[in-house]
C-alpha cells in the first residue's frame, strides 16, 4: 500500500510540473508571436526558428500523463484552447516563415517528421519569368477556342441537313471532342488539373503547359477552320456537279449546306435560285436571287431580271415584264461599265432584255438587243449557258415583222444552237406556237438528259431533216448551219 501511494503522489508532482511547463512554454510562444508579427515584413531569422522551436517545446510539455485530479485536467483544457487560438496565429505567418528560413534544411538537421505541422509550411511559389504571362496564354486559348467552337457550330449545322456519311460523323465526333477535352482543360479547375497531371505524365514541365494548351488550341482551331473552309468547296463543287446531271434534290441539299456554312456567301443562294427556276418554282427563285443581287452582284440582277420576265404575280395574277426590264437595264448598264467586262455575262444581259422586250412587244428595241447578244455569243468559244436562244427570240422578232426568210434562217440556227437554261425559256416555244422547233432543242442544260454530243447527233439525223422538210429553211442551209 504504502509503495502504491508513493507512485500516485509521483505521478500527481509530474502533473504539476506538465502544466507548469506548458504554461511557461504557452507564455514564451504567445511573446514570440507577437514579436514575429510586428517584423512580419522584415522577420529575423533566428526569431523565425525560435518560435518553431518554442512551439516544439509546448508540445512536448503536453505530453507527460496528467493526474487524475479534476481540476488539473481542467487547467490541460484551458491550455490546449489557448494554444488552438495562437497555433491559428502561427499558420497565418506559416508562408513567411517558410520564405525566411529554409525549413527543408532544418526538417532534415532537428529530425522533425510530419507530425510536427508547423516544420511544414511551404514557401511562396517561385514564378519564373516565362510564367509570368501564363494569364496572357490562357486568356488566348480560352478566346482560340471560342472561335473553334463558333466554326463547329456551322460545321454541325451543316452536316445537320440531310443525311450524314460516316466520313463526316468520325470527322466531326473527333473535332468535337477535342474541342471539349482542351476547353474543359481550360475553363474549370478540375479540368485544369487533369490536363496539367496528363501533361507531366509526359514530362511537358509546369512552366510550359499553358504554352502547350494554346498551341493545342490553336491546331484544334487550324483543323476546324480547314474543314471549315474546304467543306465551302467542296459543297459548291459537289452541288454544281449534282446540278449539271439533274440530281436536283442532291444539289439543293448540298447548296443548303454550304449555306450553313457560310450564310453570307451569296454564291450559294443563287445556286439554289437556279435550282428553283429551272423547276418553274419562280417565287423561291426570287428569294434566293434577290439575296445575291443585294450583294451587289451584275450576275444577281441578272438573274434576277431573267426570273421576273415569267414570273406572275400572285395578288393580279398577271406577269410583269416591265419590271424584268428594269432590272436587266441596269444590269446591262454596270456591266458595260466595268473596266474589263465579262462577256458571257453582257451575253446574258442582252439576250434576257431581249426577251424581256419581246414579251412588251418592244420588237425593235428587242431586235437591237438580240442581234448585239448574237455577235457576243458568237465571239465566245464553247457553248455557254442559256447559249443560242438569241437566235430563237430573234426568230419570232422577224415573224412578228413579216420577215419570213429572215426568220427561217434564224430558227434554223435556234434548233442547231439553242440550250435553254430554265424551264420557262423551253416552254417559251409552245407559248408562241413553235412545239416543232422545241422537239429538237438541246434541254441537256435544264434539268437532265442526253449529252451535247447526243443532241448534236440527233440534230444532224432528225431535227435538220424536219426542219428541211417543213420548209422553214433549205436543205442545203441546214447542212450549212450543222457544220
Sequence with gaps: MEQLSASITMLDDNADESIVASTDALTNYDQLLNRVEKSRSKMAKRDALKLLLTRDELEASLNVEPGNDCDELLSLFEIDERIS?????LKKLGVVIADTISLEKWRARLKRDGSAWWWQFKPTPKVSAWDRVDWLWDALTLGTLALGASFMVSIIS?????????????STIAQIGGLAIVSQGALTQRGQEKVRNFMTRFNIATRFQSEVMLITSLLLLMTVYITHT?????????????YSQGA?????????????????????????????????VLGKAIDQYYINAQA????????????YINWT??????????????YLQMGLQRANAQPAPDEELRYQLNRNLGWALLKQEKFIEAEQHLKTAITIDEAIPGNQIGGGMAYCF?????????????????????VVKARPETIHEYRWFSE????????????????????????????????????????????????????
Aim: proline content about 2%; hydrophobic content about 40%; aromatic content about 4%.
Design 85 to 89: 487560438v495562437l497555433d491559428t496565429r
Design 158 to 170: 451543316a452536316l445537320s441537313v440531310g443525311s450524314l456519311t460516316v466520313a463526316a460523323t468520325l
Design 230 to 242: 474546304s467543306l465551302m468547296d467542296v459543297y459548291l463543287e459537289k452541288g454544281r456537279a449534282a
Design 248 to 280: 436536283l434534290n442532291d444539289a439543293e441539299t448540298t447548296f443548303l449546306r454550304g449555306l450553313e456554312i457560310e450564310p453570307d456567301n451569296s454564291i450559294f443562294n443563287a445556286e439554289l435560285g437556279r435550282i428553283y427556276e429551272s423547276l418553274g
Design 296 to 307: 451587289g452582284g451584275v450576275k444577281g440582277i441578272n438573274d434576277l431580271g431573267r426570273t
Design 313 to 326: 404575280n400572285p395578288v393580279t395574277r398577271k406577269s410583269d415584264p416591265a419590271l424584268a426590264e428594269a
Design 394 to 414: 430573234l426568230a419570232y422578232v422577224y415573224d412578228q415583222g413579216g420577215n419570213a426568210v429572215a426568220a427561217n434562217e434564224q430558227w434554223g440556227r435556234c
Design 432 to 483: 408562241v406556237s413553235k412545239s416543232d422547233i422545241a422537239s429538237c432543242v438541246n434541254t441537256s442544260k435544264i434539268v437532265s438528259g442526253l449529252d451535247d454530243q447526243s443532241f448534236e447527233t440527233l440534230q444532224q439525223k432528225h431535227c435538220a431533216t424536219l426542219i428541211a422538210n417543213s420548209g422553214l429553211i433549205g436543205a442545203d442551209q441546214v447542212a450549212a448551219v450543222v457544220d
